[in-house]
């Protein structure tokens, strides 16, 4: 399983108002855990008022610059976000993943590539890896980003971008579609969606060369393009996608405080929460929940039925379970109340689990 | 830019994932429930077939055989890397079940599974010599070919890129069965024998496509997971699994 190692904040600096670029030197020997693919993520733990949040960020540097940078916009409300663009400072502790995530296709110097890149916002932070990465490593092949923001000043490494262009001259193409800033050519202004692509690829984009395609960005958004680009005769295997969706789990609350203590009897009563359909269920407190739910007929989701692929997951809303055995759930999975229900026995004579949460 | 969108609608308008940070919480146990159906058949169709390596008639055969117990193997490993992604104790998984275990040649289970792993009912039933290995594994290896085709499009798209680089693998190995196959049924006194094999694993691997369910297909199509019905998917392989046994000389079930 994937451990967390400590990494200390060597540089920040502010790339837009809202977003902090931050660069990390992995401690104790880990530099080679962070060895990254260009296009992948490090995910990030943090204690907020005693309760752990995980929040995972693209890395915005390219193989080549031979550091590990990652950027971070503020979301409103976003716990993490906000005390990265805030409090954070160089010499901090960050408790990091290694890099993860498959947004990339594997790179081969001789190759002549035509690719084209799609970003929203802060989706432009594995973008940049990508087209950086890929321009220093295939020397011949090409580069274009369409990059959609709301306006000129939230356009996150709008300098970098435009050093970029001069540095690969002829290589990097930059459309930069902007949702409320007017730009000389009407295009260029608006959405990125499925018809806007269209209009892109009628004159300014030249589709039918196009390798490979990467979407990064909010959701109607990477819908909209994805189809743009199998319309015109991209297929799936052809397409990158990298969604980090724009609501990320938020915090959960933590299960109830069980009501009253066990009992001896060796009945318990479950209910349990599956698609949204609500079952209560008497189950002799030596079976599983997962087994008093199949038994009484409900499609409860399991494999390995040792704890050890985690298929059966639920939450504990109410109540006590005791979990006999567990390989694959993480402590601070445990601690907001998660169970494999396949190993779980009820303790308490009344238990409230939910497999939808 | 602004629009906010649920992880359900973005699915259900052909959304595609790409980690594991906002999978919803049902999607997830289907996902891998998926998985692990697939890593459970693959590793105990390999166990099985270990076996048979030792009844291969000639050099070829056992190369053949040899193979495709090593590449369903790697199948298994490269699908258990993505659960693991998800926290499945990936080195646990692989050891905690005797994937060798078979039920007795007449067991009537029907589709369901074993109490302990998710393979598919087809595999707890065991082969019979070579022969019989060689027409399971084309009907199988036939109905594998149409199930990949369908799960090389999930809407997570680093379990449909693994798929994708498996099917072709997978197509090599009912094409080696085919040959095989081919082989065997050229010898007239063979045939009765490869015919009762015929008859015996047809309905089972029939069967592998499961039984219809219109809410659960709904709900798995919403996902993303699904796109065609398990009758529609039979169908197809009826079609193709006939075709190359009847060119054979050989009767479909």
């Known amino acids: 399983m994937a451990r967390f190692h400590d990494l200390i904040v060597t540089d ?13 030197r992995p401690a104790n020997g880990a530099a080679q855990d962070f060895d990254f693919i260009q296009g992948q993520y490090l995910t990030f733990r943090r204690d907020f008022d005693g309760e752990e949040l995980r929040r995972s960020y693209s890395i915005c540097a390219g193989k080549d610059e031979g550091i590990l940078q990652v950027g971070i916009k503020r979301v409103d409300g976003g716990a993490f976000s906000t005390w990265a663009n805030e409090e954070l400072k160089v010499g901090d502790r960050l408790e990091a993943m290694p890099p993860m995530g498959s947004f990339h296709t594997e790179l081969n110097p001789e190759a002549e590539k035509q690719y084209l890149g799609f970003a929203g916002g802060s989706g432009i932070t594995p973008v940049l890896s990508i087209l950086k990465t890929t321009l220093a490593r295939e020397p011949k092949s090409n580069f274009t980003l369409v990059y959609a923001n709301k306006g000129v000043n939230t356009i996150m490494f709008r300098e970098e971008l435009e050093d970029l262009k001069n540095q690969y001259m002829g290589r990097l193409n ?18 990125v969606t499925e018809e806007k692509c269209a ?3 009628r004159h300014w984009i030249d589709i039918e060369n196009v390798d490979t395609a990467f979407i990064c960005g909010p959701e109607p958004m990477m819908l909209g393009i994805a189809r743009a680009l199998r319309d015109h005769g991209l297929d799936d295997a052809r397409i990158k996608f990298e969604l980090f969706a724009s609501a990320q789990p938020g915090r959960l609350k933590r299960k109830a405080v069980s009501q009253g203590a066990a009992s001896s009897a060796n009945q318990a009563t479950a209910s349990i929460t599956l698609d949204g359909a609500t079952q209560s269920v008497t189950v002799p407190k030596d079976q ?8 009484n007929a409900m499609d409860a989701p399991y494999a390995c039925k040792a704890g050890v692929c985690s298929t059966c997951r639920c939450r504990v809303l109410e109540g006590e379970v005791e979990m006999v055995a567990n390989h694959a759930l993480e402590d601070y999975e445990v601690e907001k109340g998660y169970v494999l229900s396949c190993q779980s026995f009820p303790v308490t004579d009344r238990v409230v689990v939910d497999y939808d949460q | 830019m602004a629009e906010e969108m649920s992880i359900e609608s973005y699915l259900a308008a052909g959304g595609i994932l790409s980690n594991p940070a906002n999978v919803p919480p049902r999607y997830r146990a289907e996902l891998m429930k998926l998985m692990a159906t697939f890593v459970d058949s693959e590793l105990a169709g390999a166990a099985g077939f270990a076996d048979i390596i030792n009844d291969a008639p000639g050099l070829k055969e056992r190369i053949a055989a040899a193979r495709i117990v090593l590449e369903k193997t790697d199948h298994a490993e490269r699908v258990l890397k993505v659960m693991g992604e998800f ?17 007795p040649r007449d067991a009537d289970i029907a589709a369901t599974r074993s109490e302990h792993d998710m393979r598919l009912a087809v595999f707890n039933y065991p082969l019979q010599g070579w022969a019989d290995a060689v027409v399971m594994n084309l009907l199988m290896g036939r109905a594998v070919v149409v199930q990949l085709a369908e799960f090389a499009m999930v809407s997570y798209q680093p379990l449909a890129e693994a798929f994708r680089a498996i099917a072709p693998r997978e197509a090599r190995h009912a094409q080696l069965a085919e040959e095989g196959l081919a082989n065997l049924a050229a010898e007239p006194a063979e045939r009765d024998a490869l015919q009762a094999s015929v008859d015996y694993w047809w309905p089972r691997v029939a069967a592998s496509f499961g039984a219809a369910d219109t809410r659960k297909f709904a709900a798995l199509k919403a996902m993303g997971l699904r796109r065609s019905t398990g009758e529609e998917l039979r169908t197809r392989w009826v079609g193709e699994a006939k075709a190359r046994l009847e060119a054979l000389g050989l009767k479909a079930g």
């Not at chain 1, 599983?288 to 038994?295: E, G, K, N, S, V």
């Not at chain 2, 926290?87 to 039920?103: I, K, N, Q, V």
């Open chain 1, 12 to 24: 920040l600096h502010k790339t837009i108002r809202d977003a902090v670029v931050v660069t990390l």
């Open chain 1, 174 to 191: 930059v459309i930069h579609i902007l949702e409320t800033d007017a730009q000389e050519i009407d295009l260029f202004t608006g959405l």
């Open chain 1, 199 to 201: 209009q892109l690829f």
């Open chain 1, 288 to 295: 599983t929940i997962l087994d008093a739910a199949l038994q």
């Open chain 2, 87 to 103: 926290g499945a104790d990936t080195a646990r998984y692989a050891s905690h079940h005797p994937w060798t275990a078979r039920l």
